[in-house]
């Protein structure tokens, strides 16, 4: 008789065995942002090529208003916020893209100073000092911008300004902007940019609620302007779950401009990754109040996404072409947490750098801790001999402790490892470094 146990990973495997965790990997969160933040506030984050990972902010104080930054070191040690712009008045949320010359463009839009729009500043990869506010829209309206940099160095952002949404290729601000729509009704929202690593074409995505005509869709701008398209299964009998943030629109490392985004309606009943002009993947297939969808580029092609769902975040990569998911991890949110307002991450270094944007007793902050990819686990008796496979995201994985019946073996060049055992119902877990552990139940007739 033949019997299969396989689970998905689990945050609370890792402890299991020794190695399930790298060295200097942070699991335990910290605060990023100042306390007091809105439940609708967002964060912009980029990479610099020394590793650290940047985060900027909206801080309000009074009356005035201020971009705010701090710096993660690769092993997850958070640096206390500085200020990068101040003395502003009408700031949307910002966001941070990495220059062509390694350094950082902060995009934002404001008010005050004179004349409102969306602005640049910049800073080296050192983030020591920021230059601006530079205006760099024709529109004077502003807005919440996502922004992106071609190869050649040159920025791309979008942006949704009253009833209008734009973009622009370059920053002079007396170059008119581009018209991406609503025409004649109302609205685009949080539009974000990317270009395709192999292209080189450029596409926003936004989501609509124009009447007719909802969902999530993304639109290439350049080399010329294409069509809408629509998120495959983004709308159930009229209506759609919109993000909670920038439109999740990412440029695989490789080639590919990747969605990510809930189906079903009025509650979300999954979560789909979608591959512009391509087919879509079924993330997460069910779940009690899944929110807050996001995705993030990882390293060698791969993808993390991730989510929320009744106050727990989940997060899956996959491989290196994007067309399997590996183990969907599953983390607890940040002590005391009552309410879980967002979820961002950041995941070209392996892990993920998950924040969670949460309430925590009264104050609303941004929270940080790194998340490990998950194995996954697969057990076949036959008999009395039992044969494991230990993967990542379909790939197998070799060197894995496999340990069941009280014995310990090493998952070999195919990720298997094998042996032979009495009648009976056993526990296995796996473990590697680098990785969240897995387990697995396997009955021996």
């Not at 299969?4 to 990997?25: E, F, H, K, M, N």
């Not at 790939?395 to 990720?415: F, H, N």
Request: hydrophobic share 40%.
């Amino acid at each position: 008789m033949r019997r299969i146990g396989r689970v998905l990973a689990l945050g609370s495997v890792v402890a299991l065995l020794a190695g399930g965790a790298s060295a200097g990997t942070t699991t335990s969160w910290s605060r990023v942002t100042d306390p007091g933040g809105r439940n609708i506030d967002q964060v912009g984050l980029a990479r610099t090529g020394d590793g650290v990972l940047h985060v900027v902010w909206r801080r309000s104080v009074g009356t005035e208003e201020s971009v705010r930054h701090a710096a993660i070191q690769p092993k997850g040690t958070v640096g206390a916020p500085t200020t990068a712009v101040g003395g502003l008045r009408g700031l949307s949320d910002p966001d941070l893209v990495l220059n062509a010359d390694g350094g950082l463009l902060l995009f934002y839009g404001a008010i005050t100073p004179t004349p409102s729009g969306v602005r640049m500043s910049s800073a080296s990869a050192a983030a020591a000092s920021w230059t601006g506010p530079t205006k760099v829209s024709f529109d004077a309206q502003g807005g919440s911008p996502g922004a992106t940099v071609q190869k050649s160095g040159t920025p791309i952002f979008a942006w949704a300004a009253g009833t209008n949404t734009y973009y622009k290729v370059g920053t002079d601000a007396a170059q008119k902007d581009s018209f991406l729509g609503p025409a004649p009704k109302c609205c685009f929202y949080d539009p974000d940019v990317a270009v395709d690593d192999s292209s080189g074409a450029a596409f926003v995505g936004y989501y609509s609620n124009v009447s007719g005509a909802p969902g999530m869709f993304v639109r290439q701008i350049l080399p010329s302007l294409g069509a809408p398209q629509l998120a495959p299964g983004s709308v159930t009998n009229g209506n759609f779950i919109p993000p909670d943030h920038r439109v999740p629109l990412v440029a695989r490392q490789g080639g590919g401009v990747f969605l990510a985004y809930c189906t079903g309606y009025p509650t979300c009943k999954g979560v789909s990754l979608w591959r512009v002009g391509g087919g879509a993947l079924a993330v997460s297939k069910g779940g009690k109040d899944v929110e807050t969808v996001n995705l993030a580029r990882g390293p060698d092609g791969r993808l993390w996404v991730m989510w929320e769902d009744s106050s727990q975040l989940y997060a899956t990569r996959t491989n290196r072409s994007a067309r399997e998911l590996g183990a969907i991890v599953k983390v607890g949110p940040p002590p005391g947490t009552s309410s879980v307002w967002d979820v961002f991450g950041e995941g070209s270094l392996g892990p993920l750098d998950l924040l969670a944007h949460v309430s925590v007793g009264s104050a609303i902050a941004t929270w940080h801790r790194q998340v490990l990819p998950g194995l996954s686990l697969s057990c076949t008796a036959r008999g009395k001999i039992v044969r494991c496979l230990v993967a990542d995201a379909g790939d197998p994985v070799s060197g894995a402790t496999v340990e069941i019946g009280g014995k310990q073996l090493k998952s070999g060049a195919q990720g298997t490892t094998t042996m032979t055992l009495r009648a009976g119902t056993f526990a296995v877990v796996a473990a590697k470094a680098g990785y969240t552990g897995a387990a697995a139940r396997v009955k021996v007739s």
